[in-house]
């Protein structure tokens, strides 16, 4: 299911349509997927996005290409309908690969095949059992332990850990927005004043 807007600047000639491109990826955090030429020298620019960036790419990429040639019309498709991938990825400057991630298709390995992972990597092993642990299981410490141990376990993690952990933890006498906006040290405080009170 193609999700992402799909939008398209047409020109007459290939210097506005080069200005056009250029306009829409400085402009907004768009994908520039390939140009298709049409007779008499119709040149369309394709760029895929989330609708609000293609929008107004579009909008520079038109001004842009009327500032220095001929333009002849834009337009903006919010979730192209199933089936048009292949107009929509003709002439792409895409792989196939990346056409598969646009379009949230991804190749299914056989269960008995592990992926080829290069040995400069760290190896994961995509097949184990998800073994993901709660914040408290993650970063409180074992029953027992000191006062220094906790605080220094507290200081190597960072503020967003921090206020994923207090969020976890009962007994704090801070919550919400003041989680969010407290600094390091005030979450370190208030951990350690929740745990050795």
Do not use: C, W
């Amino acid at each position: 299911m193609f999700t992402l807007a799909l939008g398209l600047v047409e020109t007459r000639g290939l210097v506005a349509a080069i200005e056009a491109a250029d306009a829409m990826v400085k402009t907004a955090n768009i994908r520039l997927i390939g140009k298709d030429r049409t007779d008499p020298a119709m040149i369309t620019i394709k760029i895929i996005g989330e609708t609000a960036a293609v929008r107004s790419a579009v909008e520079a990429g038109a001004a842009a290409a009327q500032k220095v040639g001929q333009l002849v019309s834009k337009h903006v498709i919010p979730r192209p309908a199933d089936g048009l991938e292949k107009i929509i990825f003709e002439n792409t400057i895409l792989t196939d690969q990346e056409i598969k991630e646009l379009l949230g298709e991804e190749e299914v390995l056989n269960p008995d095949e592990k992926p080829v992972i290069p040995d400069s990597q760290p190896v994961i092993d995509l097949f184990e059992e998800d073994t993901e642990q709660t914040p408290a299981e993650r970063y409180d410490t074992p029953s027992g332990s000191d006062k220094e141990t906790y605080r220094e376990q507290l200081q190597q993690m960072t503020v967003h850990q921090l206020r994923n952990y207090a969020r976890s933890v009962e007994g704090l006498s801070i919550y919400g927005r003041q989680i969010s906006k407290a600094n390091k040290e005030e979450l370190i405080s208030e951990l350690l004043k929740a745990k050795f009170h």
